[in-house]
């Protein structure tokens, strides 16, 4: 299990990336670097559009950048061929905010679905198999099907076939904001046993601050395609200092489809420590878009074990 990059010490680094999506008047990231080190739980935050997604995307090129370098573990993603870069995606998983399960197949197969694609033999994938789903506690339902699954048991599901692979770092994509509150909680529990128990390291994107705040070691704070800020939670103290991370900090949520953001947050250069009041008129334009918008079921899990 890769643990960390081997002229970096990090599990993660990206530096220098860039992403311009074609017909886009700005770049959905900027040149940014970022570190993530080994064992760590780290958190993406920011509003809708921030380019947050397209960032975590980057990581296991399910987006290729424009430019910039993608390590993780020992390779440098970024430099190799297809063949190559999909045995390393081995190494990474993968899990979403609507599940991305397939459908016409159980809940076992699943979980095996990557190590089927990987040419495991029958016998260790059944057994891997039924190692995974006793440990999202799911063996009952290897027979059901997605759609007869709770939101929450669908995303043990994906956790499990994320997990099948032995990956050492796990991206997660909203994985909570389909799901209620007390569903919500169970996940990061079971995400935050996968770091501990496993080792894994987890970059997870968010807009909920009481994720970030239950789950994260770190977040990084995502404005308009740039990391704005890094916050440190293990110290026990946190003092923001963008207006951005006082604001997410004061409000707890920056959800797309409830919150606001502050009129003033990219020109700003001093803030007070709670929102604006006349919040109501800064929503990003597409943020409605993004929260309706499906895509087309599946592809981005198939597109990390076919490419
Ligand atoms: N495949 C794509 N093609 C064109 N533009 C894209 C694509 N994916 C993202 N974008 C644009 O890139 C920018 C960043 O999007 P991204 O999904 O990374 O933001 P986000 O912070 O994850 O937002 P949200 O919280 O709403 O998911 C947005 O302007 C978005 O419209």
């Not at 076992?108 to 033999?121: H, K, Q, T, Y």
């Not at 290897?142 to 994320?162: C, E, F, M, W």
């Not at 700003?268 to 604006?276: I, L």
Request: aromatic content about 4%.
């Amino acid at each position: 299990m890769p643990t960390s990059t081997a002229k970096t010490g990090a599990a993660i680094r990206l530096t220098g990336v860039t992403k311009h999506f074609a017909g886009s008047a700005t770049a959905a990231v900027h040149p940014t670097d970022l570190a993530i080190e080994a064992g760590e739980i780290h958190g993406i935050i920011g509003f809708s559009g921030a380019g947050k997604s397209t960032l975590l995307r980057l990581v296991n090129l399910l987006e290729r950048p424009d430019a910039g370098l993608v390590e993780v573990g020992d390779d440098e993603l970024s430099a190799l061929p297809p063949l190559a870069l999909r045995a390393a995606r081995r190494r990474i998983g993968m899990i979403f905010q609507q599940f991305n399960l397939l459908h016409n197949l159980s809940v076992a197969e699943n979980v095996a679905f990557p190590l089927r694609i990987a040419g495991d033999s029958p016998a260790s994938i059944k057994a891997r198999v039924a190692e995974c789903l006793d440990y999202v506690g799911l063996s009952a339902k290897a027979a059901a099907y997605p759609g007869q699954l709770s939101g929450g048991q669908k995303q043990r599901v994906a956790i499990a076939r994320a997990l099948a692979p032995n990956p050492g770092v796990l991206l997660a994509d909203e994985p909570t904001s389909a799901l209620d509150p007390r569903t919500t909680q169970s996940i990061l529990d079971v995400l935050a046993d996968i770091n501990q128990r496993f080792g894994v390291t987890v970059l997870l994107v968010t807009h909920e601050m009481s994720v970030v705040r239950r789950l994260c070691h770190r977040v990084s704070v995502m404005d308009e395609g740039r990391i704005v800020e890094q916050i440190d939670l293990r110290t026990g103290f946190t003092a923001p200092r963008s207006e951005l991370a006082r604001w997410l900090f004061a409000s707890g949520e920056a959800s797309p489809a409830e919150a606001t953001q502050p009129a003033t947050v990219a020109a700003a250069t001093s803030a007070p420590a709670t929102a604006p009041a006349n919040t109501s008129a800064a929503v990003p334009a597409n943020a409605a878009a993004r929260a309706i918008v499906v895509t087309p079921a599946n592809a981005p899990f198939r597109e990390v074990y076919h490419a």
